[in-house]
């Protein structure tokens, strides 16, 4: 059974950092892009961060940049999302991605991905 796995999310106060993972089983995503999106209460999921299927490039989301790093470790099949400077708008579900494309480049474009992780809570208090 193909699984992203996330973990890592908790309660942090404003200014805090978190460290978010998602482990893949069942089959390897090494040569895809990976994304994080996430779901705030009564919003739509939304583009976090992607690095393509090497590693090599990575894009954010404007409210993330300077704050969150995307990175993946190849040989261990795991993504990270280090979330530095926490904000009370970065509460929601966050949740792992495995794209579709083949030697893919980063993308923001949800479509671009069809399989998704369980989810992780992150909540920042003000």
Do not use: H
């Not at 908790?10 to 994304?35: A, K, W």
């Not at 999921?45 to 995307?70: H, L, Q």
């Amino acid at each position: 059974q193909v699984q992203l796995v996330e973990s890592g999310g908790g309660l942090v106060e404003t200014g805090g950092s978190l460290r978010l993972s998602c482990v893949t089983s069942g089959r390897s995503f090494i040569m895809y892009p990976m994304g994080w999106f996430r779901r705030a209460p009564g919003k739509e999921r939304e583009f976090v961060a992607a690095i393509s299927w090497i590693g090599s490039r990575t894009i954010y989301v404007d409210s993330v940049k300077e704050r969150f790093t995307i990175s993946r470790d190849r040989a261990q099949n795991t993504l990270y999302l280090q979330m530095n400077n926490l904000k009370p708008e970065d509460t929601a579900v966050y949740y792992c991605a495995a794209g579709t494309k083949y030697q893919g480049a980063a993308t923001r474009y949800i479509n671009a991905y069809n399989t998704w992780g369980q989810g992780t809570q992150v909540t920042v208090s003000s």
